[in-house]
Structure formats: structure tokens, C-alpha cells
T-cell receptor
Framework: SQKIEQNSEALNIQEGKTATLTCNYT??????LQWYRQDPGRGPVFLLL?????KEKRKERLKVTFDTTLKQSLFHITASQPADSATYLC?????????????FGTGTRLTVIP | DAGVIQSPRHEVTEMGQEVTLRCKPI?????LFWYRQTMMRGLELLIY????????DSGMPEDRFSAKMPNASFSTLKIQPSEPRDSAVYFC???????????FGPGTRLLVL
């Protein structure tokens, strides 16, 4: 069955540094991958979508890469700020499984220390 | 648009009671999803609808859970009877297509005592 792993439950970094979060998957080939941000007490909010034929996508201070050979996506936040502190979830479509839904990782809780 | 609306935001009930969670998706979105989120298991898909029709309910834990979508602007998730292990945050999300961006509601935090 499909498996999605995000590198760690929690990540602490100093303000101004680049945060790098990892999403690894096994046992299937998604057509695209999404990253969401979730703040405490709120629902996930969409950030970026990257397709399998795209190596990299950027949005302001965010950058996502998608390596279908390594079965991995990296999510970078440059010049991190305390306001970036949140839980970040990766989500993948079901690939060739025939299912029409997203599968979510368990998330990485990022804390940016002032 | 106000986004996805869920009610209630918090629910505390006793074991054995019926619980009904409500969701209003974003207007024009053909897909509606119900998720459950816990610390242990993360975000799990329970069921999703397309044009008010349930498409995949394989994530529904057991017969105690049921979901309906009587029209394009309203869905319910019902748990009867509720059990303490049902305690979680339940999210509703909607989207234009099943694998594209999903828009989540604020969630309902359920505590079953």
C-alpha cells in the first residue's frame, strides 16, 4: 500500500535560516504533489502544487522540488520568520491506484525561533 | 465566498450518544471530503462525494459512521453510537476536482467521554 513519510515530527530553526522539510513516498507514482500549512485549531491551507513533470516550483519565499526517481519532495522556506511556525503537510494524489483522492503525510511541525 | 463552513466547532458528548457534524462546501465545488485527524494517525480520508453522490467510503471506520449529502450545499457526518475512540478533529473539505487543491473548513473538535 502507499506510504508517505515526512522527515520528522518537529523541526526547530533560527529566524532567517532556510527550513527544509522532506516528504518521501513509496509503492506508487503520484502525478502531482501538494504542500499544505496547518496552524493550531485550523484546517490545512493549500500552499503549492507541483506536477511530476516539474522539477521545481516557487512562490515568494517557498520552493518545492519533486524528484520522481528518488520518490521525494523537498519544501524550502527561505529567510524564515516566526510567523512561518506551523505544521506542514504533504499530500499526494493516488497515482495509478484508481482512487480519486489525496493521501496526506502526518506533517512536520516547524518552529522558527526569533 | 466564506469558505467551507463547519458546525459545531466543538462537541463534547457522552459515549453512546449520537453526534452529527455539518458541512457547507464552497459554492460550485463538485467534490466534498470528510477527514478525521488525530495525533497518532494524522489526516485520514473517511469518505468523499462527487455531485452529492458518495464515491468512496472505504475510509469509514465502521457501521457506526454514516455520511449524507442531500444537496450541493450541505453534508452531514453522523456517528451513532459514539465511542471515546472517535474523539478527534473532523474536517470537511471541498474542491473543483478530486485531486486538485482542497479547501478545508475549520474543523469540528469532538470529545466523547
Amino acid at each position: 500500500s502507499q506510504k508517505i513519510e515526512q522527515n520528522s515530527e518537529a523541526l526547530n530553526i533560527q529566524e532567517g535560516k532556510t527550513a527544509t522539510l522532506t516528504c518521501n513516498y513509496t509503492n506508487y507514482s503520484p502525478a502531482y504533489l501538494q504542500w499544505y500549512r496547518q496552524d493550531p485549531g485550523r484546517g490545512p491551507v493549500f500552499l503549492l502544487l507541483i506536477r511530476e513533470n516539474e522539477k521545481e516550483k516557487r512562490k515568494e519565499r517557498l520552493k518545492v522540488t519533486f524528484d520522481t526517481t528518488l520518490k521525494q519532495s523537498l519544501f524550502h522556506i527561505t529567510a524564515s520568520q516566526p510567523a512561518d511556525s506551523a505544521t506542514y503537510l504533504c499530500a499526494l494524489d493516488a497515482g495509478g491506484t484508481g482512487a480519486n483522492n489525496l493521501f496526506f503525510g502526518t506533517g512536520t511541525r516547524l518552529t522558527v525561533i526569533p | 465566498d466564506a469558505g467551507v463552513i463547519q458546525s459545531p466547532r466543538h462537541e463534547v458528548t457522552e459515549m453512546g450518544q449520537e453526534v452529527t457534524l455539518r458541512c457547507k462546501p464552497i459554492s460550485g465545488h463538485d467534490y466534498l471530503f470528510w477527514y478525521r485527524q488525530t495525533m497518532m494517525r494524522g489526516l485520514e480520508l473517511l469518505i468523499y462525494f462527487n455531485n452529492n453522490v458518495p464515491i468512496d467510503d472505504s475510509g469509514m471506520p465502521e457501521d457506526r459512521f454514516s455520511a449524507k449529502m442531500p444537496n450541493a450545499s450541505f453534508s452531514t457526518l453522523k456517528i451513532q453510537p459514539s465511542e471515546p475512540r472517535d474523539s478527534a478533529v473532523y474536517f470537511c473539505a471541498s474542491s473543483l476536482s478530486p485531486q486538485e487543491t482542497q479547501y478545508f473548513g475549520p474543523g469540528t473538535r469532538l470529545l466523547v467521554l
